[in-house]
């Protein structure tokens, strides 16, 4: 048994030689590893100070659902982040496959080394400082500091498991696009949740609400360690061994998948991700055979398969969810009226989604330019994509909508506000994307990575985009809603503001687009480059 931890010093050196490597990157590098470590330092701090003063407050029951409901969430944050949004694993067991390091030294000497991080650290003494928390007694400490080790080594664990799940099943670039996406959606659909607890009354009902989920989590592998001193402290003697039990299994079950995944990735190579073979022209024997058809048919090809292209369009019908949910959790909207809220959203996103389109062609813009592709051609063949996923959207959305509602008659201010918005999301999308591109994630990235180089001139160019896609879509949303609470002829007006207005629009824009680009090619082709 002493074997396997003979290489546990080594580990921790080296890991400690990786922490200290980290320092000698750049310098905006090395001041954002210093802010991040001194907000850890903070937060461990107030957390340490809480726990120690949690030690003098009367309610004990209160302080027991308050640290088992915390401690949960950490321990589930170990195992879930990994995997959701992945790390860059500097202890991948697979770089020491070469040094004939038996599996169970390795895996001991692999997880003694990931102690030594942040997260890890801060976890390990918030811990510690539960045994204050529950120092009531000679034997309530034993029991606190024993709990403390279990929880601080099934979080770290977990945290090694999931990132070597994460790191060998999840390591081409198509499946962390995918984990990427289902975390974002989950962060998003737990929303509504976020904000029923968010509209409970603390003051009053808190606590109560605090116990429930506490009484629930107690009983879970991430929570039953951080619940045995809490639960012995309030007398409950005999769940805390049950709970105890749950812990100890939950920690063994951690280190057999551990120490198997190590031996696994010791002899299994990385997976590569599978080469797609495709037959026949694809999108580019369907569109014409002119310069705009072309355009139009690269357009498809990337909306179809760029990762971000599809994530912008997946998020697009969450976001009308997450502002129901809101609404629907403070009841701020009456009656069915919730009903005509989703499509004008989901639109006014989706034809602001392209304000950007030429940067995400990276140095490959240089194709249009090169070949004399003019600035119209251009401008129309980027549009197609959108046009092909919005006029459908707001035909099946406009009856959707129009069946929940239960007027037929709204059908004319929603068409005519959500033709206003998509054309002229369009047509100001074909100047902005030619006037003022900024960096975008490089195809191949992670489409939740952000170049360093973005700033004030991306939020600037965002904030504007949607600013002026709401003013100009103004008169036809004012007349839909007076067509909604005062008289049923203003839907009339609404139609025909959003029909002139977003004509006008896209038919300016693609025009001024197009001479923005047959005067800036090489400027946007600059722009591209050092973006690169």
Not at 202 to 216: K, M
Not at 404 to 410: C, E, I, N, Q, S
Not at 433 to 456: H, I, M, R
């Amino acid at each position: 048994m002493a074997d396997a931890f003979a290489d546990v010093p080594r580990f921790l050196r080296l890991k400690l030689a990786l922490l200290g490597g980290a320092f000698r990157r750049s310098p905006w590098q090395v001041v954002g590893l210093v802010i991040a470590a001194l907000y850890g330092i903070g937060m461990t701090v107030l957390l340490v100070a809480a726990l120690i003063a949690a030690r003098f407050v009367p309610d004990v029951a209160s302080v027991r659902s308050i640290v088992i409901v915390a401690g949960a969430v950490v321990t589930t944050g170990f195992l879930l982040l990994p995997l959701v949004f992945g790390v860059d694993d500097t202890l991948d067991p697979r770089k020491f496959a070469l040094f004939g390091i038996p599996r169970t030294r390795l895996a001991v000497g692999l997880a003694a080394g990931s102690i030594l991080s942040v997260p890890a650290i801060a976890l390990a003494i918030s811990a510690l400082a539960t045994v204050v928390t529950w120092s009531h007694g000679f034997w309530l400490v034993l029991l606190a500091f024993l709990s403390a080790v279990i929880a601080t080594a099934t979080s770290v664990l977990a945290g090694r498991v999931a990132t070597a799940v994460a790191g060998f099943l999840l390591d081409t670039r198509r499946a962390r696009e995918l984990t990427g996406v289902i975390g974002v959606l989950l962060i998003v659909l737990i929303s509504p949740l976020v904000l029923s607890l968010s509209n409970v009354d603390w003051g009053a009902q808190g606590l109560s609400v605090v116990t429930i989920f506490a009484d629930i989590l107690r009983w879970s592998p991430m929570g039953a360690a951080w619940a045995v001193p809490a639960d012995t402290a309030v007398g409950n003697g005999g769940t805390a061994v049950l709970e105890l039990l749950i812990a100890l299994a939950m920690l063994a079950a951690l280190w057999l998948a551990w120490r198997a995944l190590v031996g696994h990735m010791l002899v299994t190579p990385s997976r590569s991700g599978e080469v797609k073979t495709y037959s026949g022209l694809g999108w580019f024997g369907v569109m014409p055979g002119t310069a705009w058809g072309a355009v139009a048919a690269r357009s498809l090809s990337y909306w179809g398969r760029d990762a971000r292209y599809w994530v912008s369009l997946i998020m697009i019908p969450v976001i009308p969810i997450v502002i129901l949910a809101a609404f629907g959790v403070v009841h701020a909207i009456p009656g069915n009226y919730p009903a005509l809220l989703p499509l004008p959203i989901m639109v006014l996103f989706l034809g602001w989604a392209a304000h950007n389109d030429v940067a995400y062609d990276g140095t490959a813009i240089w194709l249009h330019i090169v070949a004399g592709t003019t600035g119209l051609a251009d401008r129309i063949g980027r549009l197609v994509p959108l046009l092909f996923i919005g006029v459908p959207l707001i035909v099946i959305g406009t009856a959707v909508s129009v069946y929940f509602y239960g007027d037929a008659h709204v059908a004319l201010a929603l068409v005519g506000v959500t033709v206003c918005e998509l054309f002229v999301g369009l047509g100001l999308s074909s100047v902005t994307s030619t006037l003022v591109p900024y960096p975008v994630p490089k195809p191949g990235d992670s489409p939740f990575a952000q170049p360093q180089s973005v700033g004030a001139a991306a939020a600037a160019v965002q904030g504007f985009s949607i600013a002026v896609i709401f003013v100009l879509s103004a008169p036809a949303i004012t007349f839909g809603v007076l067509g909604v609470f005062v008289d049923e002829s203003w839907f009339a007006a609404s139609l025909w503001a959003g029909l002139v207005v977003g004509v006008l629009a896209l038919v300016g824009g693609v025009l001024g687009g197009a001479a923005i680009f047959n005067r800036r090619g090489p400027q946007m082709l600059a722009a591209a480059v050092r973006a690169a």
